[in-house]
Protein backbone atom coordinates (compact mmCIF):
# COMPACT_ATOMS: atom_id res chain seq x y z
CA UNK A 1 0.00 0.00 0.00
CA UNK A 2 1.37 3.47 -0.77
CA UNK A 3 0.67 6.74 1.30
CA UNK A 4 -0.20 9.65 -0.28
CA UNK A 5 -0.14 13.28 1.75
CA UNK A 6 -3.34 15.38 1.45
CA UNK A 7 -2.50 19.14 2.06
CA UNK A 8 -6.81 20.50 2.63
CA UNK A 9 -5.96 22.63 5.41
CA UNK A 10 -3.58 26.27 4.63
CA UNK A 11 -4.50 28.49 7.63
CA UNK A 12 -1.04 27.99 9.59
CA UNK A 13 0.47 30.33 12.26
CA UNK A 14 2.89 32.67 10.11
CA UNK A 15 0.07 32.98 8.00
CA UNK A 16 0.55 33.84 3.94
CA UNK A 17 4.07 35.69 4.20
CA UNK A 18 5.87 32.72 5.07
CA UNK A 19 3.37 29.96 3.34
CA UNK A 20 5.20 29.72 0.40
CA UNK A 21 8.29 28.63 2.10
CA UNK A 22 6.55 26.40 4.56
CA UNK A 23 4.83 24.41 1.78
CA UNK A 24 7.97 24.03 0.53
CA UNK A 25 9.05 22.48 3.37
CA UNK A 26 6.28 20.48 3.87
CA UNK A 27 6.10 18.91 0.15
CA UNK A 28 10.53 18.04 0.56
CA UNK A 29 9.40 16.46 4.56
CA UNK A 30 6.95 14.44 2.89
CA UNK A 31 8.51 13.03 0.23
CA UNK A 32 11.77 12.26 2.48
CA UNK A 33 9.72 10.71 4.59
CA UNK A 34 8.57 8.63 2.13
CA UNK A 35 4.82 9.79 0.68
CA UNK A 36 4.49 8.44 -2.45
CA UNK A 37 1.84 11.72 -4.15
CA UNK A 38 1.07 14.89 -2.60
CA UNK A 39 -2.59 16.47 -3.50
CA UNK A 40 -4.66 19.42 -3.16
CA UNK A 41 -8.02 20.04 -3.02
CA UNK A 42 -9.02 21.95 -6.31
CA UNK A 43 -11.54 24.56 -4.37
CA UNK A 44 -10.97 28.34 -4.03
CA UNK A 45 -12.93 28.62 -0.66
CA UNK A 46 -12.43 26.56 2.29
CA UNK A 47 -14.98 23.34 2.39
CA UNK A 48 -16.51 23.76 5.27
CA UNK A 49 -16.13 20.32 7.37
CA UNK A 50 -12.70 22.08 7.66
CA UNK A 51 -13.28 25.64 8.52
CA UNK A 52 -15.38 28.94 7.51
CA UNK A 53 -14.82 29.42 3.77
CA UNK A 54 -13.18 32.46 4.50
CA UNK A 55 -9.74 30.64 5.52
CA UNK A 56 -6.96 30.65 3.70
CA UNK A 57 -7.33 28.22 0.30
CA UNK A 58 -4.59 27.89 -2.84
CA UNK A 59 -5.15 27.37 -6.07
CA UNK A 60 -4.34 24.23 -6.87
CA UNK A 61 -2.95 23.99 -9.99
CA UNK A 62 -0.44 26.79 -9.44
CA UNK A 63 0.64 25.14 -6.23
CA UNK A 64 1.22 21.87 -7.55
CA UNK A 65 3.25 23.43 -10.21
CA UNK A 66 5.16 25.18 -6.97
CA UNK A 67 5.59 21.49 -5.16
CA UNK A 68 7.01 19.92 -8.47
CA UNK A 69 9.83 22.52 -8.08
CA UNK A 70 10.83 21.57 -4.76
CA UNK A 71 10.10 17.50 -5.41
CA UNK A 72 11.57 15.12 -7.19
CA UNK A 73 9.21 12.02 -6.89
CA UNK A 74 6.13 12.92 -5.37
CA UNK A 75 3.19 11.79 -7.72
CA UNK A 76 1.19 15.05 -8.24
CA UNK A 77 -2.45 15.80 -8.37
CA UNK A 78 -6.03 17.05 -7.03
CA UNK A 79 -8.43 15.66 -4.84
CA UNK A 80 -10.60 16.49 -6.68
CA UNK A 81 -11.13 18.77 -9.84
CA UNK A 82 -14.62 19.80 -10.43
CA UNK A 83 -15.46 19.18 -13.84
CA UNK A 84 -17.51 22.42 -14.17
CA UNK A 85 -15.08 23.97 -12.66
CA UNK A 86 -12.70 24.35 -15.74
CA UNK A 87 -12.58 24.05 -19.75
CA UNK A 88 -11.81 20.75 -20.24
CA UNK A 89 -8.81 21.81 -22.81
CA UNK A 90 -7.69 24.11 -20.43
CA UNK A 91 -7.83 21.43 -18.01
CA UNK A 92 -6.16 19.17 -20.56
CA UNK A 93 -3.58 21.48 -21.48
CA UNK A 94 -2.73 22.77 -17.60
CA UNK A 95 -2.28 18.73 -16.16
CA UNK A 96 -0.07 18.46 -19.57
CA UNK A 97 2.48 21.23 -18.20
CA UNK A 98 2.14 19.56 -14.71
CA UNK A 99 3.63 16.24 -16.18
CA UNK A 100 6.19 17.62 -18.86
CA UNK A 101 7.59 20.18 -16.00
CA UNK A 102 7.29 17.62 -12.99
CA UNK A 103 9.11 14.91 -15.13
CA UNK A 104 6.25 12.66 -15.38
CA UNK A 105 4.40 13.04 -11.94
CA UNK A 106 1.01 14.29 -12.89
CA UNK A 107 -2.33 12.45 -12.73
CA UNK A 108 -5.67 14.12 -13.03
CA UNK A 109 -8.08 13.89 -10.10
CA UNK A 110 -12.05 15.04 -11.85
CA UNK A 111 -15.20 14.11 -10.70
CA UNK A 112 -18.62 16.01 -10.82
CA UNK A 113 -18.12 19.13 -7.97
CA UNK A 114 -20.27 19.42 -5.69
CA UNK A 115 -19.76 22.67 -3.67
CA UNK A 116 -21.96 25.40 -4.95
CA UNK A 117 -21.53 28.28 -2.21
CA UNK A 118 -18.06 28.64 -4.20
CA UNK A 119 -19.34 28.41 -7.48
CA UNK A 120 -21.69 30.84 -7.32
CA UNK A 121 -19.39 32.91 -5.24
CA UNK A 122 -17.10 33.43 -8.13
CA UNK A 123 -19.65 33.77 -11.09
CA UNK A 124 -18.21 29.72 -12.13
CA UNK A 125 -21.68 28.34 -13.95
CA UNK A 126 -23.20 25.11 -11.46
CA UNK A 127 -25.71 23.48 -13.20
CA UNK A 128 -27.81 20.61 -11.86
CA UNK A 129 -26.26 17.44 -10.57
CA UNK A 130 -27.53 15.34 -13.54
CA UNK A 131 -26.16 18.08 -15.97
CA UNK A 132 -22.74 18.35 -13.83
CA UNK A 133 -22.58 14.36 -14.36
CA UNK A 134 -22.65 15.23 -18.40
CA UNK A 135 -19.73 17.79 -18.06
CA UNK A 136 -17.71 14.71 -16.09
CA UNK A 137 -18.03 12.44 -18.60
CA UNK A 138 -17.07 14.79 -21.94
CA UNK A 139 -14.27 16.80 -20.25
CA UNK A 140 -12.67 12.78 -19.55
CA UNK A 141 -13.33 12.27 -23.48
CA UNK A 142 -11.84 15.68 -24.47
CA UNK A 143 -8.71 14.79 -21.99
CA UNK A 144 -8.34 11.70 -23.48
CA UNK A 145 -8.61 12.98 -27.01
CA UNK A 146 -5.60 15.90 -26.18
CA UNK A 147 -3.67 13.22 -25.04
CA UNK A 148 -3.86 11.14 -27.56
CA UNK A 149 -2.87 11.27 -31.32
CA UNK A 150 -5.78 12.88 -32.74
CA UNK A 151 -6.26 16.74 -32.94
CA UNK A 152 -9.56 17.01 -34.91
CA UNK A 153 -12.50 18.86 -33.41
CA UNK A 154 -15.03 17.51 -30.72
CA UNK A 155 -18.52 18.11 -30.99
CA UNK A 156 -20.25 16.88 -27.37
CA UNK A 157 -23.87 18.56 -25.76
CA UNK A 158 -21.69 21.11 -23.58
CA UNK A 159 -18.53 21.60 -25.46
CA UNK A 160 -17.58 21.87 -28.56
CA UNK A 161 -13.32 22.43 -29.88
CA UNK A 162 -12.35 23.49 -33.47
CA UNK A 163 -8.81 21.36 -32.79
CA UNK A 164 -7.83 19.39 -29.24
CA UNK A 165 -4.10 19.85 -30.12
CA UNK A 166 -2.01 20.10 -27.20
CA UNK A 167 1.75 20.82 -27.53
CA UNK A 168 3.99 19.42 -26.00
CA UNK A 169 1.69 16.53 -25.02
CA UNK A 170 2.77 14.69 -21.44
CA UNK A 171 5.46 12.62 -20.71
CA UNK A 172 3.48 9.69 -18.75
CA UNK A 173 2.58 7.03 -21.66
CA UNK A 174 0.26 6.28 -22.32
CA UNK A 175 -0.64 9.64 -20.74
CA UNK A 176 -1.45 10.81 -16.82
CA UNK A 177 -3.64 8.16 -14.89
CA UNK A 178 -7.33 9.63 -14.38
CA UNK A 179 -8.45 9.43 -10.97
CA UNK A 180 -12.38 10.06 -11.28
CA UNK A 181 -13.43 11.01 -7.38
CA UNK A 182 -17.11 9.91 -5.94
CA UNK A 183 -19.02 6.64 -4.82
CA UNK A 184 -22.10 7.11 -7.14
CA UNK A 185 -23.04 3.67 -8.59
CA UNK A 186 -25.02 4.92 -10.96
CA UNK A 187 -22.95 7.53 -12.60
CA UNK A 188 -19.85 7.64 -10.99
CA UNK A 189 -18.78 4.08 -11.06
CA UNK A 190 -19.95 3.44 -14.31
CA UNK A 191 -17.61 6.32 -15.51
CA UNK A 192 -14.56 5.17 -13.62
CA UNK A 193 -14.97 1.36 -15.56
CA UNK A 194 -15.24 3.06 -18.88
CA UNK A 195 -12.44 6.14 -18.99
CA UNK A 196 -10.65 6.11 -15.13
CA UNK A 197 -7.15 4.05 -14.57
CA UNK A 198 -8.36 5.00 -10.57
CA UNK A 199 -11.48 5.57 -8.27
CA UNK A 200 -11.20 7.22 -4.94
CA UNK A 201 -13.85 6.31 -2.47
CA UNK A 202 -14.72 7.25 0.74
CA UNK A 203 -13.64 3.99 3.48
CA UNK A 204 -17.52 3.49 4.74
CA UNK A 205 -19.06 0.67 5.98
CA UNK A 206 -20.73 0.26 2.18
CA UNK A 207 -17.32 0.32 0.56
CA UNK A 208 -17.28 -3.37 0.22
CA UNK A 209 -20.43 -3.21 -2.20
CA UNK A 210 -19.11 -0.04 -3.95
CA UNK A 211 -16.16 -2.21 -5.48
CA UNK A 212 -18.60 -4.83 -5.65
CA UNK A 213 -20.78 -2.21 -8.02
CA UNK A 214 -17.50 -1.14 -9.84
CA UNK A 215 -16.44 -4.81 -10.96
CA UNK A 216 -20.27 -5.01 -12.19
CA UNK A 217 -19.71 -1.63 -14.52
CA UNK A 218 -16.19 -3.18 -15.43
CA UNK A 219 -18.20 -6.32 -16.59
CA UNK A 220 -20.81 -4.84 -18.91
CA UNK A 221 -17.79 -2.89 -20.57
CA UNK A 222 -15.13 -5.27 -20.89
CA UNK A 223 -13.04 -3.22 -18.70
CA UNK A 224 -10.49 -5.52 -16.32
CA UNK A 225 -11.52 -4.89 -12.83
CA UNK A 226 -7.57 -5.16 -11.48
CA UNK A 227 -6.00 -2.50 -13.29
CA UNK A 228 -8.41 0.24 -11.97
CA UNK A 229 -6.10 1.12 -8.49
CA UNK A 230 -8.66 1.73 -5.96
CA UNK A 231 -7.84 4.85 -2.92
CA UNK A 232 -9.63 6.23 -0.57
CA UNK A 233 -9.22 9.51 1.49
CA UNK A 234 -8.19 8.90 5.22
CA UNK A 235 -7.47 11.63 8.08
CA UNK A 236 -3.97 10.58 9.72
CA UNK A 237 -4.94 12.33 13.17
CA UNK A 238 -1.70 10.80 15.05
CA UNK A 239 -0.80 11.72 18.32
CA UNK A 240 -1.84 12.38 21.83
CA UNK A 241 -4.78 13.81 20.52
CA UNK A 242 -5.79 11.27 17.63
CA UNK A 243 -5.34 7.37 16.99
CA UNK A 244 -2.12 5.56 17.31
CA UNK A 245 -0.03 4.72 14.48
CA UNK A 246 -0.84 1.21 15.12
CA UNK A 247 -4.74 1.67 15.19
CA UNK A 248 -3.99 3.57 11.91
CA UNK A 249 -1.95 0.49 10.62
CA UNK A 250 -4.75 -1.82 12.01
CA UNK A 251 -7.84 0.27 9.64
CA UNK A 252 -5.44 0.38 6.76
CA UNK A 253 -5.05 -3.07 6.44
CA UNK A 254 -8.64 -3.62 6.75
CA UNK A 255 -8.59 -1.25 3.42
CA UNK A 256 -6.42 -3.36 1.99
CA UNK A 257 -8.46 -6.32 2.38
CA UNK A 258 -11.10 -4.77 -0.04
CA UNK A 259 -7.99 -4.24 -2.29
CA UNK A 260 -7.01 -0.63 -1.39
CA UNK A 261 -3.76 -0.02 -2.87
CA UNK A 262 -3.37 3.69 -2.00
CA UNK A 263 -4.52 5.88 0.29
CA UNK A 264 -4.50 9.91 0.57
CA UNK A 265 -4.15 10.93 4.38
CA UNK A 266 -4.06 14.61 5.56
CA UNK A 267 -2.34 15.02 8.83
CA UNK A 268 -2.81 17.21 11.79
CA UNK A 269 -1.06 20.40 12.17
CA UNK A 270 0.99 19.86 8.75
CA UNK A 271 2.91 22.97 9.30
CA UNK A 272 4.95 21.74 12.21
CA UNK A 273 6.29 18.63 10.23
CA UNK A 274 6.46 16.68 13.07
CA UNK A 275 2.94 14.45 12.10
CA UNK A 276 4.19 13.98 8.74
CA UNK A 277 7.84 12.24 9.87
CA UNK A 278 5.80 10.18 12.79
CA UNK A 279 3.41 8.50 9.75
CA UNK A 280 6.97 8.24 7.75
CA UNK A 281 8.55 6.17 10.48
CA UNK A 282 6.19 4.23 12.44
CA UNK A 283 3.42 4.25 9.02
CA UNK A 284 4.22 4.17 5.64
CA UNK A 285 6.83 1.02 6.21
CA UNK A 286 4.32 -0.87 8.27
CA UNK A 287 1.62 -1.24 4.98
CA UNK A 288 4.23 -0.81 2.70
CA UNK A 289 3.73 -5.56 2.45
CA UNK A 290 -0.15 -4.58 2.06
Known sequence: MQIGLQIADFTWPEGPARMGKGLAEISRTAEEAGF???TLMDHFFQ????????????????????????????????????????????LAKTVSTLD???????????????????????????PPLAERFEHLEEAVQIVLRMWSEE??????????????????????????PIMIGGSGEKKT?????????????????????????LRRHCEEVGRDYDEIEKTCFVPFNVGDKGMSPQQIVDFLGRLAEHGVTTVFGSVNEVWALKSLELVGDKIIPAVAGL
Open 100 to 126: VLSGGRAWLGIGAAWMEEEARGLGIPF
Open 151 to 176: DGPYHGKHYHLERTLDSPRPLTAPHP
Open 36 to 38: SHI
Open 189 to 213: LRLVARYAQACNLFPSPGMGRKLEV
Open 47 to 90: IPHIGPVEREMLEAYTALGFIAAHTERVKLLTLVSGAVYRYPGV
